[in-house]
């Protein structure tokens, strides 16, 4: 009797439970809806706009003397007087030095002694007594010793070539002078003047600007320890070859240092003006980076969809850089919020 009871009960339970399956594909159906919608993420876009910008170049330099001269005599012999110290300003024919004067007493006594038998051949040529030619061998000696004695008191008597700063003393008074290569640069000198008023910036540039710099160009110079200051120079020369190896040329800059804050040895940093042109700038966040390489990227929103593309750096202003790139136009989407979370191809829904 019990049994009887229990079975119509259990069928009804049966069929409750089936009711509350759900049909074939209404799951499947409410996944995908689902799906959908996650796939639109969201970012916000700005419309490309092209700025002008100043087009200028940016290299690293060693500040180096205008000039500077290893100051030594031709031959060695004793140093009589040194009239400089390190760090003495010269002015240009100012004596730096003076070399024993034996050799040169020597030679002007020989000269006087040459030129007073000269003259006395001159009255017996004139007589008739000798011969032209023996006259001739006499003026030639005596032209000869003129060379050497002047050759003497250009040696012997050393003087500054310009204005300019003694950086290197190698000698003392009564010491003997060799010849031998004593000076950083591995050469042999008594002292070393350098002319500090300008300085000279030599920078090694892609030959790819060739046609564009010239002499007389301006160019801003300027040093890690004058953070706030701005040193304006001038090219002074473009060499007139190119490297075959690095496929650049050298550019000297000259920068005029009056009160001689800029020393040589500094490390600056030039730019020079190649003029004004239009291109992208955006925000520098913008560009992502594909990891492991130096390939950049931004995305475009096109028809809702997130579009990668490659894009070459150029300049840099504070939180703003330049992209270059083919394949993006003026006008187009560009993604500037939320392209870090994007792939290629992904779609997206705009918010600004």
Request: glycine content about 6%; overall charge negative.
């Amino acid at each position: 009797m019990e049994y009887r009871r229990i079975l119509p009960l259990f069928a009804i339970i049966t069929l409750i439970f089936a009711g509350c399956k759900q049909q074939p594909g209404e799951g499947e159906a409410d996944d995908a809806v689902n799906d959908q919608e996650t796939k639109e993420i969201v970012v916000r876009t700005k419309a490309l706009d092209l700025s002008t910008i100043k087009r200028s170049i940016d290299y690293t330099a060693t500040l180096e003397a205008f000039e500077e001269v290893n100051m030594a005599p031709a031959s060695p012999g004793r140093i009589n007087r040194i009239y400089a110290e390190e760090g003495n300003r010269v002015n240009k024919g100012q004596k730096l030095f003076l070399m024993d004067q034996t050799q040169l007493h020597q030679a002007e006594i020989q000269l006087g002694n040459l030129k007073t038998d000269l003259q006395r051949l001159a009255t017996l040529l004139e007589t008739g007594d000798i011969p032209r030619q023996q006259y001739d061998q006499m003026k030639t000696q005596v032209e000869v010793t003129e060379s050497n004695v002047e050759f003497l008191r250009e040696n012997t008597v050393i003087y500054a070539p310009f204005n300019g700063i003694i950086t290197g003393k190698y000698f003392e008074n009564g010491e003997m002078y060799s010849g031998a290569p004593n000076t950083p640069a591995g050469k042999a000198a008594v002292l070393t003047i350098m002319q500090l008023n300008p300085v000279k910036a030599i920078v090694n540039i892609s030959e790819k600007y060739i046609p564009v710099i010239e002499e007389g160009m301006t160019a801003s110079v300027k040093a890690d320890v004058y953070r706030d200051r701005e040193f304006s120079g001038k090219v002074s020369l473009v060499h007139p070859v190119v490297d075959p190896l690095t496929r650049s040329f050298e550019v000297e800059i000259t920068v005029p240092n009056k009160e001689r804050d800029l020393k040589p040895g500094m490390f600056v940093r030039v730019s020079m003006f190649l003029g004004e042109e239009e291109a992208y700038v955006v925000p520098s966040n913008v560009v992502l980076q594909q990891e492991g390489t130096n390939n950049r990227y931004v995305f475009i929103n096109r028809n809702g969809v997130a579009i990668k593309q490659n894009v070459t750096l150029g300049k840099r202003f504070d939180e703003m850089v330049e992209i270059i790139s083919d394949e993006i136009s003026e006008g187009e989407m560009l993604v500037i919020d939320g392209q870090a979370k994007l792939t290629n191809g992904d779609k997206i829904k705009v918010v600004n």
